[in-house]
């Protein structure tokens, strides 16, 4: 088959990508003015145009594909023309249970009591609101205790006490942020919050509102927080898996950090990190250096923040990346997977911490909400009921040994990972640049190979780098069938 990527611009930045290269940063915004089409995709090209004409560009980060999604079903989609596409991304992370189990939607509609949907003569349906501002309910008390006792059953889980609700991931580590600064440690006297000091890991990823935002990327990057610090994390160390395997010099890390506390000393409030930086590559680091910062906070009382916004619900194995990095968190985030694809994020940790809040200080319009709350136990109920988790675990041998063949093509540069979020970082070809060659395979897999085999994925991080993160039910035979299509396509753009 012949590819033929029509109207896919080569050179297009991502305005919330913050690591993406300097050359990207400059090229013309002209370049977003026509709408992505595709050969033989007339509705698909059709709603495309449309999209163009009524939506902002920063709706959403660019991807060469731009899918034009019609229906979703396990691990694939079916675009509006009928094409079917294995689903890579899980929904950027979400759908870790696949998309739309019939278990899972009927446990929503259980909890939420429409499964008989009983109505009123004047047409209502008798069941839970969709919205409790201000109040509370059995469905948000039980979801709540089951997140808390489902965390606590983990290693690692033990400072997980109460839960602070929030409807996205940047609202649920912007609200994280804000109880650690409003904490006080023992005996210490009330203080400005503008005099603390975050430290934050450089080249993270943590949202795109307000400190969720500024612990985002690094001291490049505009609007910065003066509280926020960045502090150096191994990329070199764990560029690949290979290289992920040595053992971890802690050594300039730790003399970094402590430089820090002798020149901030008990301004440094809070310390946010990855299990893995997301956005900014998918690096994976040792889980001594995750350690090393766990250890300087425990020493000077300092708040300790785990994201696993992108990494929870076996994502990275177990239920929880910290299980496996032997850490246990004052505060974690959760997200994406929490709800399989509902809108919903929590912080859970210490009560005294989350406890500083006052009334109103963590609240929102959603936070909580019962339908929300709904998808959560539905999600839980699947975790601890079904195989799910060892699936996992067995569907990420088989990506990796897939994955791994990649890296024998001379436009794959590293492979990096594990369990089943892996990063493929492209290398220039000829006169194309790592960042051109990324966008080429995106929309290669996009359009499939000459057995109607399609990829869906997203456009790349950082600029090169192509996220792996299917749904953990996906069936191994039809991985390494899509796997194998992957690396011919991948193969043809040499």
């Not at 919050?193 to 500024?214: E, M, P, Q, V, Y």
């Not at 990329?235 to 020149?263: F, G, K, S, V």
């Not at 290669?444 to 996220?467: E, K, W």
Request: charged fraction near 20%; include cysteine; hydrophobic fraction near 40%.
């Amino acid at each position: 088959m012949e590819l033929q990527l029509v109207r896919v611009p080569k050179n297009v930045p991502d305005p919330l990508n913050r690591q993406r290269s300097s050359c990207e940063k400059q090229m013309s915004d002209t370049m977003h003015s026509h709408a992505i089409e595709h050969p033989g995709e007339n509705l698909s090209n059709d709603i495309r145009r449309r999209l163009a004409d009524v939506e902002p560009r920063a709706q959403r980060t660019f991807t060469p594909s731009l899918a034009a999604i019609a229906r979703s079903a396990g691990c694939y989609h079916w675009t509006c023309d009928g094409r079917k596409l294995a689903d890579f991304t899980s929904g950027v992370l979400v759908a870790n249970l696949g998309h739309n189990p019939v278990a899972w939607w009927r446990a929503v509609w259980r909890y939420l009591g429409l499964d008989q949907l009983p109505a009123t003569a004047d047409g209502f349906a008798v069941a839970s609101p969709l919205t409790t501002y201000n109040a509370t309910g059995e469905i948000e008390v039980q979801a709540t205790e089951r997140l808390i006792a489902n965390l606590r059953s983990q290693s690692g889980g033990a400072r997980c006490e109460q839960v602070l609700w929030a409807a996205s991931g940047s609202e649920a580590v912007q609200k994280a942020l804000w109880a650690a600064l409003a904490w006080r440690r023992k005996d210490e006297p009330p203080q400005s919050t503008a005099d603390s000091i975050i430290l934050a890991t450089r080249f993270g990823f943590h949202g795109k509102k307000g400190l969720a935002g500024a612990t985002t990327g690094s001291e490049k990057d505009p609007e910065r927080d003066a509280r926020v610090r960045f502090i150096s994390f191994p990329r070199e160390e764990c560029i690949d898996t290979a290289h992920r395997a040595q053992p971890l010099d802690t050594t300039c890390y730790e003399a970094e950090l402590n430089e820090l506390w002798r020149q901030h000393a008990s301004r440094i409030r809070v310390l946010i990190t990855e299990p893995y930086l997301g956005g900014g590559g998918s690096f994976h680091p040792q889980p001594e250096y995750l350690q090393l910062l766990q250890r300087f906070c425990r020493a000077h009382d300092i708040v300790f923040i785990l994201d696993e916004i992108q990494s929870g619900f076996g994502r990275t194995g177990p239920m929880y990346a910290f299980t496996h990095y032997g850490l246990e968190p004052d505060l974690v985030c959760l997200g994406k997977g929490l709800g399989n694809g509902m809108p919903v994020a929590v912080v859970a940790g210490r009560a005294d911490i989350l406890g500083s809040l006052e009334f109103g200080e963590g609240s929102d319009t959603y936070s909580g909400n019962p339908l929300a709350a709904a998808a959560v136990l539905a999600t839980l109920d699947e975790f601890e009921s079904t195989d799910v988790l060892p699936r996992g675990a067995a569907l990420a041998a088989v990506f990796q040994e897939g994955l791994e063949r990649l890296t024998e093509l001379p436009a794959i540069a590293h492979l990096r990972g594990e369990g089943l979020v892996w990063g493929i970082e492209f290398a220039p070809l000829g006169n194309r640049s790592a960042a051109e060659v990324a966008r080429a395979a995106v929309a290669a897999c996009y359009l499939g190979d000459d057995h109607g085999r399609a990829i869906h994925l997203l456009g790349p991080l950082a600029g090169t780098v192509v996220r792996i993160a299917p749904p953990l039910i996906m069936p191994p035979d039809e991985a390494r069938e899509y796997l194998d299509a992957m690396h011919d396509i991948v193969t043809r753009l040499t």
